[in-house]
């Protein structure tokens, strides 16, 4: 960590103890980085890297209580979706935010969080575990019915995934990590709804869809589990957990896949180009630019750069993302039935042999969500389909179906990676994700 690059912020020594708290932190096993994210007069913002970060955030919030400072959690979303940011004063007023990230190569938080609410729910209903237990009896329940026998009976399809599936419940056990315990509250709240399901469409078997798929399901089917009904269909459900207003992706990609899709490699060769300028803003040299780029190494040094100069390094930033968003909206409306079928197959996939269904979890409950329907209804219809800058965050863009119906689909640009392969450090093949439709106002 450079402390260096804020020590203009520190008003006497009163942060002090923060810096020494975070350099002790950095040097623990699990944690791979902590680095400043922006700062002012007001604000700075840490943010850590680490293998398992939900834990470290337990141990760094002791230790800031223990050195006298009152935290807090909050969620802020220009630091992270899915986990809750540390947050204090220092005594003169100033704020300070700690976010938390997981580390690339590790079984991701974000993996093992969703795999509870996946996992979980398949064991429940196979053995009848009742989903109106309390956390922890919910959870015992789980730990003495998992059995690592591959099915049938489910929920697990190969060795490797029952292993897998036997590590993740281990390591789930509910405590004071309140993820932990929201992801198997949502688990039992999916339970609640195959029970519902099961009522009116008698299910025989459910699987777990890890890794290995059931026979004759696709592997590209979203599905987390999947459904084997008593007359022998089947039906995947892709599981989205949390809040009625919360927007979980629908599909992650990146710009050079997408411009893959489309059959344009000297265009995708101009953006690159077209953000040559900034990168030699950050001290790139042409050499580099030319023989170095897309490279670890190269990000290594950009990396460099944004922690000696945060603000000009986020400025260069959004400059390319602005750039990068703007020429995946060219992209769309080059070849508008190439946008359709993009949509059908790799968005809707009406492709798969398998049907599928979203299913979204809350605390409080869990219910189909029709977002494919309305999704597929408005694209059969649509005799325009326009991709737009929506003048508002820098990442969000739409691509807006209309046929006297309104439907916007939802998109954003941004940055995904950890550490220095972030930002600029990901150069032109940023993520492209669709979030959600609005709209379905009729046209005058």
Avoid: C
């Amino acid at each position: 960590m450079n402390y260096g690059v804020f020590k203009s912020f520190v008003e006497n020594d009163e942060e002090q103890d923060v810096i020494n708290i975070l350099e002790n932190l950095e040097k623990t096993q699990d944690v791979k980085e902590v680095k400043i994210k922006s700062a002012n007069a007001k604000t700075v913002i840490y943010i850590v890297t680490s293998d398992k970060r939900f834990e470290t955030q337990t141990l760094l919030n002791q230790q800031l209580s223990n050195a006298g400072f009152n935290v807090s959690k909050v969620f802020v979303g220009s630091i992270s979706n899915s986990q809750e940011s540390t947050e204090f004063l220092l005594p003169s007023g100033a704020r300070r935010r700690i976010g938390f990230k997981p580390s690339k190569g590790a079984m991701q938080d974000t993996t093992f969080m969703a795999s509870i609410t996946e996992l979980f729910p398949a064991i429940a209903f196979l053995n009848g575990i009742s989903p109106t237990l309390s956390t922890e009896q919910f959870y015992n329940a789980i730990l003495t019915s998992n059995s690592p026998r591959v099915g049938p009976p489910g929920p697990y399809l190969s060795t490797n995934d029952a292993a897998k599936g036997k590590e993740i419940i281990d390591k789930s056990e509910p405590g004071p990590d309140f993820k932990v315990r929201e992801k198997i509250t949502n688990g039992q709240n999916i339970t609640k709804w195959l029970n519902n399901h099961n009522q009116k469409h008698p299910i025989a078997e459910v699987y777990w869809g890890y890794r290995a798929k059931p026979t004759g399901v696709d592997p590209s089917n979203p599905g987390d589990i999947f459904l084997r009904y008593q007359n022998g269909g089947m039906l995947g459900v892709s599981l989205k957990a949390g809040t009625s207003a919360s927007k979980e992706p629908i599909l992650n990609t990146y710009v050079k896949p997408l411009f893959d899709y489309y059959g344009k490699p000297n265009d995708y060769l101009k953006l690159k180009q077209s953000l040559y300028p900034q990168y030699r803003d950050a001290g790139v040299s042409e050499l580099d630019i030319k023989t170095k780029w897309g490279s670890s190494q190269l990000a290594q040094q950009l990396g460099k750069f944004e922690r000696e100069n945060p603000t000009e390094y986020n400025r260069l930033y959004d400059l390319n993302l602005a750039i990068v968003k703007q020429a995946v909206i060219n992209l769309f409306n080059s070849n508008i039935k190439k946008t359709r079928k993009f949509i059908k197959s790799e968005i809707l996939k009406t492709q798969l042999k398998t049907p599928f269904i979203k299913v979204k979890a809350t605390m409080t409950t869990a219910y189909v969500d029709n977002t494919y329907d309305q999704l597929q209804a408005g694209l059969e219809a649509a005799t325009s389909i326009i991709a737009s800058d929506t003048g508002g965050s820098k990442q969000d863009f739409v691509i807006t179906l209309s046929d006297g119906i309104t439907l916007n689909m939802e998109f954003s640009a941004r940055s995904n990676k950890s550490g220095f392969l972030h930002k600029l450090g990901q150069f032109e093949n940023l993520s492209i994700k669709f979030n959600a439709i609005s709209g379905f106002t009729r046209n005058s």
